[in-house]
């Protein structure tokens, strides 16, 4: 409805733009309940572990991410911030180390080696968790911010937690010889495929490789 002399509608809107057709503003997600719901995170985790095992650290970006996940991509820097926080994040889904370090130390140093040596084979036996770690292992050749998640998660938030649980010397540099064994094994067996190890049975690895892994987390 008009005043009869402008032509405009009550409240001073124009004409052209009727107040459903505004435009939005710029750099905040959009506000529906798909988009922000509880499940908004978990769905953006999942599309960067897909995202990043398809398409590598490089091609990947967060507006790819949050076309895959279904939301905006501020809500994607809203939760995780920068691509790096993306990808740690994505990676930290995958070893949970919440549940992880607890089950390693919980028995005490007996056996250590072995439960350790099958937490990682399992996780790397595993398709679903795979898929990701392979493009941690790809990315971590050619580009810096993938070998920093790398480091940073593996050794950091994973090994040299351990190995500082159970108070030995030189804890760091245990966690480092322990993880170059482990990754060396991955980067063999499962992005190089190098055979006779890209064949063998799990448990024979997890055999030969416990004591190696025993040694160097708590012996003197």
Partial sequence: MTDGTTGEHRGGESAGHPPDKRPRRRG????TTEATGPGARERILEAARTEFAE?????????????????DAAL???YFGTKDDVFAAAIEVTFEPALVVPAVLGKGTEGLGERLARYFIEVWENPATRAPLLAVMRSALTHEAAAKVLRGFVLRRLLERVAEALDVPDATFRAELAASHMIGIAMLRYVIKAEPLASADPEKIITMVAPTLQRYLTEA
């Fill in 28 to 31: 905040r997600p959009a506000r």
């Fill in 55 to 71: 398409r590598g650290y490089d091609k990947t970006s967060i507006r790819g991410i949050a076309k895959a996940a279904g939301v």
């Fill in 76 to 78: 994607v820097h809203h």
